[in-house]
Antibody, heavy 122, light 111 residues
Framework: EVQLLESGGGLVQPGGSLRLSCVAS????????MGWVRQAPGKGLEWVSS????????YYEDSVKGRFTISRDSSKNTLSLQMSSLRAEDTAVYYC???????????????WGQGTLVTVSS | QSALTQPASVSGSPGQSITISCAGT?????????VSWYRQNPGKAPKLIIY???RRPSGVSDRFSGSKSGDTASLTISGLQAEDEADYYC???????????FGTGTKVTVL
């Protein structure tokens, strides 16, 4: 059974930074693309970022480019999202996901973590 | 990102069938057979219930079925049950994007 366990969420002031982590189990982490999807309170789902399995290629939603960095550590089965210059509109539940990716894009999400809440507020 | 368009809400009585639409363009829904559907119960993470327009992951009830016509995809829930009350989201690959796009979401109410 695939399990994705996020941590690192919390309250942060505008302009601040936060690092989310996700530990994966039940899958061969090194051979799977991974990603993050977020959901603002009462709102819909939005892709944030993904990282490929082999060459570490990364993709970002335009709204987070230059502020967020996705990375992975296959020795620890861990996915990370470093978030900086946070804004109020980044407030959301952040889900760690295992997507299904083609050669140049990821769309379908096969597995979801339970999510971690990030609140950006003064 | 411009979201795919879904109705805000759909309702039905137990035992009935309902259909949720997901409208896109030829750059996403209409151009590729990469439409997925997710169910999200209150306070929970979404769960994949349909992928590649019509396919069901193992363990998903056959009461859920997907289809597509032109630029619009649809999810049909047959034999509606109280437990089907949830939010439902579609998603699709979109040309020129490296990340998919989600629909606006539909709240299903069982009367």
């Amino acid at each position: 059974e695939v399990q994705l366990l996020e941590s690192g969420g919390g309250l942060v002031q505008p302009g601040g930074s936060l690092r989310l982590s996700c530990v994966a189990s039940g899958l061969t982490f090194s051979t799977n693309a991974m990603g993050w999807v977020r959901q603002a309170p009462g709102k819909g789902l939005e892709w944030v970022s993904s990282i490929s399995d082999s060459d570490g290629r990364t993709y970002y939603e335009d709204s987070v480019k230059g502020r967020f960095t996705i990375s992975r550590d296959s020795s620890k089965n861990t996915l990370s999202l470093q978030m900086s210059s946070l804004r109020a509109e980044d407030t959301a539940v952040y889900y760690c996901v295992k997507p299904h990716c083609g050669a140049t894009s990821c769309s379908r999400v096969d597995y979801w973590g339970q999510g971690t809440l990030v609140t950006v507020s003064s | 990102q411009s979201a795919l368009t879904q109705p805000a809400s759909v309702s039905g009585s137990p035992g009935q069938s309902i259909t949720i639409s997901c409208a896109g363009t030829s750059s996403d829904v209409g151009g590729y057979n990469f439409v997925s559907w997710y169910r999200q119960n209150p306070g929970k993470a979404p769960k994949l219930i349909i992928y590649d327009v019509t396919r069901r992951p193992s363990g998903v009830s056959d009461r859920f079925s997907g289809s597509k016509s032109g630029d619009t995809a649809s999810l049909t829930i047959s034999g509606l049950q109280a437990e089907d009350e949830a939010d439902y989201y579609c998603s699709s690959h979109r040309n020129s994007r490296n990340l998919g796009v989600f629909g606006t979401g539909t709240k299903v109410t069982v009367l």
